[in-house]
């Protein structure tokens, strides 16, 4: 264990990733469960075993909020949870819509998010409602 | 659970001080007033208190700040922060440490100026981001704690239908209980269109539909049910206790739907033997209109997605068919950050019969809702009786 990359947290390879334009998330390598947030062992079979996946990230926005308390001169923003097809929830907004637009039900895709400062994962609305 | 512990312990003491605006006060000193008035009120002396329970948002060591402003030298020593919830949670604590012999008087106390302190509550916020990350959230740019709860109140509508104006329909019910109270903060006449035409706060949350940002203290004394009957007011008896978490952040609450007041409200009813029929007076951590709606549900006032519909036409209003928040709560009363005492105060003074305009005739049984933790992550649910029903 002396290179020092496998001796980053989950959080910070998390974030490394997203640095490098790549959404991924854990996948167990045991009983194949995918992890958010980011852990150092699976917490359904406690293996430490996960290892780091590309996503496509399509999801449905499982709730939704614009927020108007917002820092000067910016416009009320869009926050929502999505439940990506994988099976687990993250915290996001959708980019493509006005903040007003955004329903709960929409499909989403993840997209990331160049910013020299905080890159981040966001999402954009896709043609078609959760069935 | 085992109900031994029913009607084990009981409050003899409770104080309030400064709440609304207290300028020029630092927290300890109305921390040190609500408790030295809780003290007198049990009829004791501080020197008699040897339990503690205490709890802030800002500073990591608090009861040691506390011990050393009371001048107590407590064997009982209690700093669980669940958020604002604590205070309740703290009964439980306080009633294994006193059923088990540790100690004979345990204060519960709790004091803030966020709202005319010089490091005020956006600069805790900002203090507090910073010391406690929310790695996965903080890219969004919520603005917490209303975010949070707006996001429950966005899939509680989905759900099940509820309307904004039924969130409306808790403010305006939690405004006609303040307007009894003259010890609330706030008491002007408010109408539902009022609350749906102010300004919004993070979808479906208009200001009203947000606590208020007060500053205040809340104390109260608890001791053994046998040392209680010497006390100078009417002891109020902890009948049933229980307490529940699943989160920290909203990303991982399990159903935006449900609270674990399912399951502290579980624990508390079998260990008081009662049901929700039994209570006469319900007082709910009100952070935001939704958790009002919400704990009604997941105690078993109404059924699960009929909230919406129980608090309609002022049924929870004065004159309505069950009180809820009868001080006004912390949408209309008072809320300096943390709620959970106030919640347990007001409880106590119905059951003590000592509410004048506000108060509900002969209520013998009282719930306590707590809420803590930015995102419904911490419930405790406490039930409270008089002696006729020990």
Redesign the interface.
Known sequence: MNDRSNSLGA?EQY?SHIRNGSFSLQTCDACKLTV??PKEACPACLEPSLVWTPQSGEGTV??????????KGKD??N?S?INLDVGI?????VDNRAA?DVR??MRVRARIEESAS?P?VVFDAVDGDAK | MSSNLRGKIAITGVGTAGCGEAPGRSEIELLGEAARIAVADAGLKMSDIDGICTANLNVAMWPLNVIEYLGIRPSFIEGTNIGGSAFVAHLMHAMLALDAGICNNVLVCYGSNQRTGTFGRRERGMARNSLDPA???A?????NP??SY???A??HM?EFGTTRRHLAEVAVAARRWAQLNPEAFSRDPLSIDEVLAA??????FTVYDCCLVTDGAGAFVVTRADRAKDARNKPVYLLGHGTAASHRT???MPD?TVTPSVDSGKRAFAMAGLTTSDIDVVQIYDAFTINTILALEDLGFCKKGEGGAFVENGNIAPGGSLPVNTNGGGLSCVQPNMYGAFAVIEAVRQLRGSCGERQVQSARTALVNGNGGNAAASQSTAILGTEDVL
């Open positions: 959080e974030f958010f947030p499982y709730s939704c909020t614009t927020v108007h308390v917002t820092e009320p923003h926050v949870l929830r993250m915290m996001g907004t007003g709960i039900g905080n981040r | 790695p996965y959230e890219p969004y740019k919520l603005f209303p975010s707006a996001l429950i966005a899939r989905y300004r919004m706060i993070s979808d479906p909203i990303s991982c935006l």
